[in-house]
């Protein structure tokens, strides 16, 4: 969820959609204050607010794993309906997937906290992997997972894509970008013809109502919020659509609201090469391991003829065929962490690459072997559809390929492995619905905790450094890292993990912006 389908926010290449006021649009009540459990903003939504949610076990068949892990933590599953369009509450309804995980210490319990861990992707697993993060602050919430609308069990969108992501590199050529362009133009496609009715009605505005809902279904004046990458964009769009609902919320590894959108990759080709150079640096201290370069420059160099080398001809991996569109995703789902595990199965996938350009065709690892599926299969086709019409639904895009050729060759010489991928055109140049609303402004006095790093490859730093300027009241915790979502990650630094789990045990910020240092 981190990787592939990662919420990256950088500077936008075309101008981003107009701001907006935060008022909901014409039909939809502004909220109010939530003094009452349960709550609710009038206008035919007090049914929702007010319904009462059938507690059921998670799991909802044999290879359902999701449910089973859950079920063997003590979570409980419920649906909860919601309006598909807030406009017209009297009509379709939707059913939103949570999950909870009780307190256990119940003589100490905080609250309900709801959780989301980026992508945008499904939430519903997380409860019992987020108690062990949060140390001792854990067993005082009741955590609810909750499946955004269109992803997971939540009126899942499935267009029936042959890829499980709709990010893909431009390559080497302006064939390579040609055949990107038919492939966003089919996959918007698509959704065009299997999920035409739902898609006006998906976006993070009408997430952020639901999770209202939730709030209110589950009878909590307040609730606690941990979110990382797209999760903080929720978060925050969520304090500032429905002030004074939240408790304590952590966001870490912060989307740039103000660039979040169709084209929110662009600008993160920085933070990608200054990771890629500190990988290359590790693996050639392990050339005798790995054979891709005895120095920086030896790796890099092999980078980029394992490119050149997909260009000329799709590189034979196992079942899959591997084509310059596709080697630099490969090399950026690889760029999250700085730990030594992950840059070891890194360097272990460009081996296989290596081999397949220089003898025609190598046999995946089991790592890769799941990532090409993902990448290159439909296996997956409902997460990034989901997550598509998600992105889609938030921003306008620029419908002419020509921008996006344009802006991938200005940039192109200054990241000539990155640049063809975080500019590259995607379905929202085709989508067939435009965005119903304009995005929300955020902002306003917001007292919550921050995370973040300085070499954060999916929501860069600036990003982090931007939602803090906009979100009077927070303090931000910065780690000197390459790491993308430090804290959900269960990235190794003691003194991360303490100050979010005290601020989450005690309700207290700290006095002041701090930073971590690295751990060796």
């Not at 359902?64 to 309006?83: I, N, S």
């Not at 989301?116 to 854990?138: I, K, S, W």
């Not at 991996?317 to 595990?341: A, Y």
Request: hydrophobic share 35%.
């Amino acid at each position: 969820m981190l990787a592939t389908g990662a919420a990256i926010a950088g500077a936008a290449a075309i101008p981003a959609p107009a701001r907006a006021d935060v008022r909901a649009p014409a039909g939809v009540p502004a909220p109010a204050d939530a003094r009452v459990p349960g709550a609710h903003s009038g206008g035919g939504l007090a049914r929702f607010y007010a319904q009462e949610l059938r507690w059921k076990a998670c799991t909802l068949g044999p290879d359902d794993q999701v449910g089973k892990e859950l079920d063997k933590a003590g979570a409980r599953c419920a649906d909860v309906t919601v309006p598909l369009d807030y406009a017209e509450p009297g009509g379709r309804t939707i059913e939103i997937a949570i999950s909870r995980l009780p307190a256990t210490d119940r003589a100490h319990r905080i609250g309900t906290m709801i959780l989301n861990g980026g992508g945008p992707g499904p939430a519903l697993d997380m409860p019992p992997y987020m108690r062990g993060v949060m140390g001792e602050a854990g067993p005082r919430y009741d955590l609810v997972g909750m499946d955004p609308r269109a992803l997971g069990r939540s009126a899942r969108v499935d267009c029936g894509w042959p890829s499980g992501t709709w990010i893909t590199s431009a390559g080497e050529s302006r064939a390579s970008f040609d055949r990107t362009v038919a492939f966003a133009k089919d996959l918007a496609g698509r959704c065009a013809r299997t999920s035409a009715d739902v898609l006006p009605h998906i976006s993070t505005r009408n997430i952020a109502r639901d999770m209202d809902i939730v709030r209110g279904a589950l009878g909590e004046r307040k609730v606690s919020y941990n979110g990382a990458s797209y999760g903080t964009y929720l978060g925050s769009v969520y304090a500032t659509m429905f002030p004074g609902r939240l408790d304590r919320a952590v966001l870490d590894s912060s989307v740039n609201p103000e660039t979040w959108g169709p084209r929110l990759l662009g600008g993160t080709e920085v933070a990608n090469d200054h990771a890629l150079d500190g990988w290359a640096d590790w693996t050639a201290k392990r050339n005798a391991t790995y054979g891709l370069g005895g120095t920086r420059a030896e790796v890099l160099g092999t980078v980029r003829e394992i490119i050149r080398a997909s260009a000329r001809e799709p590189l034979h991996v196992g079942r899959f065929k591997v084509d310059d569109g596709s080697v630099p995703l490969i090399l950026f789902n690889n760029l999250g962490t700085d730990e030594e595990q992950a840059r070891a199965e890194f360097a272990t996938s460009v081996q296989v690459l290596k081999k397949a350009a220089e003898q025609g065709s190598a046999e995946p690892t089991k790592a890769l072997e799941e990532e090409l599926t993902f990448m290159l299969t439909g296996a997956e086709s409902a997460y990034g559809s989901g997550q598509s019409a998600i992105v889609c639904g938030d921003g306008a895009a620029s419908r002419d390929p020509e921008a996006y050729w344009r802006e991938i060759q200005r940039n192109r010489p200054g990241s000539p492995v990155f640049a063809p991928l975080t500019h590259n055109i995607n379905p929202c140049a085709f989508w067939p619905v435009r965005p119903a609303e304009r995005p929300t402004e955020v902002g306003g006095h917001v007292p919550l905790l921050m995370v973040a790093a300085t070499g954060d490859t999916r929501t860069d730093y600036p990003s982090n450094l931007a939602l803090h300027r906009l979100l009077d009241g927070s303090r931000m915790i910065t780690l000197p890292a390459d790491v993308h979502a430090p804290y959900q990650r269960g990235y190794p630094n003691t003194c991360v993990n303490q100050k979010v789990n005290a601020y989450l045990a005690t309700g207290h910020l700290p006095a002041r912006d701090e930073t971590c240092p690295p751990e060796s």
